[in-house]
C-alpha cells in the first residue's frame, strides 16, 4: 500500500502564483480525477510534481509514501514509482518501441543489475496481450508518424512496464480524438484495481464515461474547491463550471 500525499502545494511560473494551496491524498488502487476549466492550473500541477524545472514550488511538499520528492530530480522521481504520461511525447525516429522500453526498463534497475532478455519480452508480450496491443506495434519507431492514438497506446504501454505506483495522467484534451480516448481508458480499466494509483485530469467530463473514477475534484484558482464521487463530473457536465463558479460565490 503506497500513499501520494500533495500538501498545501503552492506553485509558481516566475513571479505568477499560480497553483494556489492544493491538498490530495491519492492511495494504491484508487483512480482520481481532477477536472477544472481552462488555465486553473491542472497542468502547471503535475508539471510541478513531475518536477520541471520552470516550476517553481513556493509552498507546501509532496510526498509517496512519506518521503517528500521535492528535491528529486525528475528521473528519481520516476525510479521512486512516479509515472507522468505527458512525458515522452517526442518521436524517436530510428528507436523501436521495444528497444526504448527496454532502455527505460533498464534505466530503472539497480547499478549492475542486468536485464534478462528472455524475461523481457515474456513481461513485454504479456503486458501487450492485457492491453491488446498486436505484436507489430513494437517494431516500429517510438512515436515516429504515429496517430494520436497510436501515441497513447505506447505511452500507456510504458506504464504498463514501468509499473508504477502513481501514474499522473494529464489529458491536455485537445488532441485527444475519440479514438485516442478508448485507448487510453481501457489501458487505464486493464491496470487499475492492483497496486497503481491513478491522477487523471481531465477538461472533459467525456473521458470519465470510460474511465469511472473513485473521486472527483473540481479544480479553480489553483486548488480543490469541490469533491465528490462520479456523480459530481455528470453534474458538472450537466451544469457546467459557472455552476461551481455560483456555488463558490455564495459560500
Ligand atoms: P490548465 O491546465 O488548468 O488549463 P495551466 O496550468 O496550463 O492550466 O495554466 C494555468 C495558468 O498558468 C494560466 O493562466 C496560464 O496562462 C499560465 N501558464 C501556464 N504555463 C505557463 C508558462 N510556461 N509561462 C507563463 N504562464 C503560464
Ligand atoms: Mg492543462
Not at 528497444?99 to 508480450?125: C, H, I, P, S, W
Not at 497506446?153 to 485537445?174: G, N, V
Amino acid at each position: 500500500m503506497s500513499q501520494l500525499e500533495i500538501k498545501d502545494l503552492h506553485v509558481s511560473i516566475g513571479e505568477k502564483a499560480i497553483v494556489k494551496g492544493f491538498s490530495l491524498t491519492l492511495n494504491s488502487g484508487e483512480v482520481h480525477a481532477i477536472m477544472g476549466p481552462n488555465g486553473t492550473g491542472k497542468s502547471t500541477l503535475s508539471k510541478a510534481i513531475a518536477g520541471h524545472p520552470d516550476y517553481t514550488v513556493t509552498g507546501g511538499d509532496v510526498l509517496l509514501d512519506g518521503r517528500s520528492i521535492l528535491a528529486m530530480q525528475p528521473d528519481e522521481r520516476a525510479r521512486a514509482g512516479l509515472f507522468l504520461a505527458f512525458q515522452y511525447p517526442s518521436e524517436i525516429p530510428g528507436v523501436t518501441i521495444a528497444n526504448f522500453l527496454r532502455a527505460a526498463v533498464q534505466a530503472r534497475m539497480a547499478e549492475g543489475e542486468e536485464l534478462d532478455a528472455t524475461g523481457y519480452y515474456k513481461r513485454l508480450y504479456s503486458k501487450m496481450d492485457l492491453l491488446k496491443i498486436d505484436r507489430k506495434f513494437t517494431s516500429r519507431a517510438v512515436n515516429d508518424g504515429f496517430s494520436g492514438g497510436e501515441k497513447k497506446r505506447c505511452e500507456i504501454l510504458q506504464m504498463a512496464m514501468l509499473e508504477p505506483k502513481f501514474a499522473l495522467m494529464d489529458e491536455t484534451d485537445s488532441g485527444l480524438d475519440i479514438d485516442a480516448l478508448r485507448i487510453v481508458a481501457e489501458g487505464v480499466n486493464a491496470m487499475r484495481g492492483g497496486a497503481l494509483g491513478i491522477l487523471m485530469i481531465t477538461h472533459y467530463q467525456r473521458l470519465l464515461d470510460y474511465i469511472v473514477p473513485d473521486h472527483v475534484h473540481v479544480m479553480w484558482d489553483g486548488r480543490i474547491v469541490k469533491s465528490g464521487d462520479k456523480s459530481l463530473a455528470l453534474e458538472l457536465e450537466a451544469k457546467g463550471y459557472d455552476w461551481v463558479k455560483k456555488e463558490l460565490a455564495k459560500a
